[in-house]
Antibody, heavy 121, light 107 residues
């Protein structure tokens, strides 16, 4: 059974860096792209970015200046760092597996359960 | 970014009813569209990929159609367990973008 599990602090202070990790188990880590997607409370879904197991990545232009996604293939995990956070970054953060079609690897077939990160002092 | 507009934003229907949700893209996206179901407090679940293909294990009462800029998602006979918010998502261009969601409730 394929599982993704997010972990990280649930509370981050304004102007600091949000850091989350996602561990994948139950399948192949290669040949897929690994995404972070967020959802502010009561709102819709926003793609943050993705990374391939080789390390190549792409980010949403709206967040690109503040985001870094990295991968550790030895542990089947990938991580998100979002710096200079504000209250607008408060959201449930999901990690997801994306498979490729049309040259984009953005059909998300497996998701973590999500983790709420609140930005507050 | 490609904007995805869903309608309606919410609906209430009876068990057994046919339910239809529409999704319009701000530009041509061929059939590069997915549909997800999100139940309260849970992660989204992929139901339909490439506009009309049913994901493995998803009940056949769910279907999708459309191409270009206009897409439709249908539940042929609404069941109580279908209470959820449904999202369309395009993957024609980066960044992938989602519609605003349609909340489906049982009357």
């Amino acid at each position: 059974q394929m599982l993704l599990q997010e972990s990280g602090p649930g509370l981050v202070k304004p102007s600091e860096t949000l850091s989350l990790t996602c561990i994948f188990s139950g399948g192949s880590f290669s040949s897929y792209y690994w995404s972070w997607i967020r959802q502010p409370p009561g709102k819709g879904l926003e793609w943050i970015g993705y990374i391939y197991y080789s390390g190549s990545s792409s980010y949403n232009p709206s967040l690109k200046s503040r985001v870094t996604i990295s991968v550790d293939t030895s542990k089947n995990q990938f991580s998100l760092k979002l710096n200079s956070v504000t209250a607008a970054d408060t959201a449930v953060y999901y990690c997801a597996r994306g498979y490729c079609s049309n040259g984009l690897c953005a059909t998300f077939d497996y998701w973590g359960q999500g983790t709420l990160v609140t930005v507050s002092s | 970014d490609i904007q995805m507009t869903q309608s309606p934003s919410s609906l209430s229907a009876s068990v057994g009813d046919r339910v239809t949700i529409t999704c319009q893209a701000s530009q041509y996206i061929s059939n590069y569209l997915n549909w997800y179901q999100q139940k309260a407090g849970k992660a989204p679940k992929l139901l339909i990929y490439e506009a009309s293909n049913l994901e493995t294990g998803v009940p056949s009462r769910f279907s999708g159609s459309g191409s270009g800029t206009d897409f439709t998602f249908t539940i042929s006979s609404l069941q109580p367990e279908d209470t959820a918010t449904y999202y369309c998502q395009q993957y024609d261009n980066l960044p992938p973008t989602f519609g605003g969601g349609t909340k489906v409730e049982i009357k």
